[in-house]
Each structure stands twice: as C-alpha cells, then as structure tokens.
C-alpha cells in the first residue's frame, strides 16, 4: 500500500498548460499595472480579462499551433528553424496579437469591431515590439526545446512580455477602460467627450454645427 504523500494527481498536458498560461499572463498583468503609472492600484476586472485571454485563448491555440510546426517540419536542421521562426513571427504572432485586442475588447463590452479597430490602430507597433524580442527566443525554443515544453518557455517569457502588452491593450485614451476608440487624444472629438465612466464606454458627446445660419448671413449683409 502506497502512502498517501506519494499519490500524485494525474493532470492532462492540456490543462498544465492552461494552468500556468492564466497564472503567468495574471503575474504579467500585476507587473504592468504596478509599472503603470495610469493604473490607481489592482483593477481586478483587467487582471481577471489577461488571466482568461491566457488560460482559455493563448493556451489551447499556441499549444496546437506548436504541434503544427513539429509536424510540418520536424527535421532538427537551420533551413526548418528558419522556416518555423519566419511561420511563427509572421502568421501566427499577427493572428495571435489581432485576437488579443479583439477577445480583450468584447470581454469589455465593446465588441467585435471596435476591437478590429484597435488592431488597425496599434498592430504595427506592437509587431515591431514583437520582432524585438521574440525572433531569437523562438529560435532557440522551436531548436532545442521539447514541444511539450515548447509553450510554457514562451509563458515564462511572457511575463515581462504580457506586462507591455498588457499596459499597451489597456493604455487609457478614450475607449472603455483604457482600449482606444478610433478617434485619439489629438482628435477634433477628443475636447467633445465627458470624462471616462469606469467600466462603461466614453460618452461622445454632440457637436454642435458650426456652420453659420442664413439669418447670420444676412446680417452680416
């Protein structure tokens, strides 16, 4: 008979890896919201947003996306590492940041297009982030890394990387809590809106028309 301290609870690949995606994106979240000098303490509702985005999106396709690549090119050679890096830098880092800000954006209430909006907006320059740190990472994940082990190198990385993206999805600006409407600070509209309600859209508030009245005309004549 077995003692009890050596019974070990048996738990899929799949939900290890949901696991510590959702604890680790949260602990990036943290991290962002105490870098951020926008962020007035723990906004719990933000955290919880970054931990399900991890946990239930992040994981589940990343983990299939790197059983992919180990099939499609499964040779340990430099042309497959090139090949599963320019894949994964391309395709799938654009796919998997373009849901980031849409999945974040309707878990907000905002919906489906304004999120696509963000992306119109942001998507560049978070790329160019992304191709700053995630090229050589990548390289010598997709190389000599497990794939089983693949994603959760890519989580541990992911702290400081959630972090910015983090503080980038949720930068204030104009959009419910913190998510940019199309129109920026700068915008003729930006003087236009009331102050941000927490959890709820920016009100855009009417202009009025400021093109002058006949009656204004004539008495100018």
Same mark, same amino acid.
């Given at each position: 008979?077995?003692?009890?301290?050596?019974?070990?609870?048996?738990?899929?690949?799949?939900?290890?890896?949901?696991?510590?995606?959702?604890?680790?994106?949260?602990?990036?979240?943290?991290?962002?919201? %105490?870098?951020?000098? &926008?962020?007035?303490?723990?906004?719990?509702?933000?955290?919880?947003?970054? !931990?399900?985005?991890? !946990?239930?999106?992040?994981?589940?396709? !990343?983990?299939?996306?790197?059983? @992919?690549?180990?099939?499609?090119?499964?040779? !340990?050679?430099?042309?497959?590492?090139?090949? %599963?890096?320019?894949?994964?830098?391309?395709?799938?880092?654009?796919?998997?940041?373009?849901?980031?800000?849409?999945?974040?954006?309707?878990?907000?209430? #905002?919906?489906?297009?304004?999120?696509?909006?963000?992306?119109?907006?942001?998507?560049?320059?978070?790329? %160019?982030?992304?191709?700053?740190?995630?090229?050589?990472?990548? #390289?010598?994940?997709?190389?000599?890394?497990?794939?089983?082990?693949?994603?959760?190198?890519?989580?541990?990385?992911?702290?400081?990387?959630?972090?910015?993206?983090?503080?980038?999805?949720?930068?204030?600006?104009?959009?419910?809590?913190?998510?940019?409407?199309?129109?920026?600070?700068?915008?003729?509209?930006?003087? &236009?809106?009331?102050?941000? %309600?927490?959890?709820?859209?920016?009100?855009?508030?009417?202009?009025?028309?400021?093109?002058?009245?006949?009656?204004?005309?004539?008495?100018? @004549?």
């Amino acid at each position: 008979m077995e003692a009890s301290g050596d019974i070990a609870i048996p738990v899929s690949p799949l939900v290890a890896d949901v696991i510590a995606s959702g604890l680790l994106w949260a602990i990036g979240d943290v991290v962002a919201q %105490k870098l951020d000098v &926008q962020s007035d303490g723990i906004d719990s509702r933000r955290l919880a947003r970054q !931990a399900v985005f991890g !946990a239930f999106i992040l994981a589940p396709l !990343a983990r299939s996306w790197y059983l @992919l690549l180990s099939v499609m090119l499964p040779e !340990a050679s430099l042309p497959s590492t090139i090949a %599963k890096v320019a894949l994964d830098q391309t395709i799938w880092a654009v796919t998997i940041l373009s849901l980031m800000y849409v999945s974040l954006s309707v878990m907000q209430g #905002a919906g489906v297009q304004h999120g696509l909006s963000v992306v119109r907006a942001r998507i560049r320059d978070t790329m %160019k982030a992304n191709w700053c740190v995630w090229p050589l990472v990548q #390289a010598v994940n997709l190389t000599f890394v497990p794939v089983r082990h693949q994603l959760l190198i890519v989580n541990l990385v992911s702290i400081p990387w959630s972090a910015y993206l983090s503080i980038k999805a949720n930068r204030s600006g104009g959009g419910p809590e913190g998510i940019s409407f199309p129109h920026g600070e700068h915008s003729p509209l930006a003087s &236009q809106r009331s102050p941000p %309600k927490k959890g709820g859209f920016v009100e855009v508030v009417p202009m009025h028309d400021a093109r002058p009245k006949k009656s204004d005309w004539e008495d100018a @004549l």
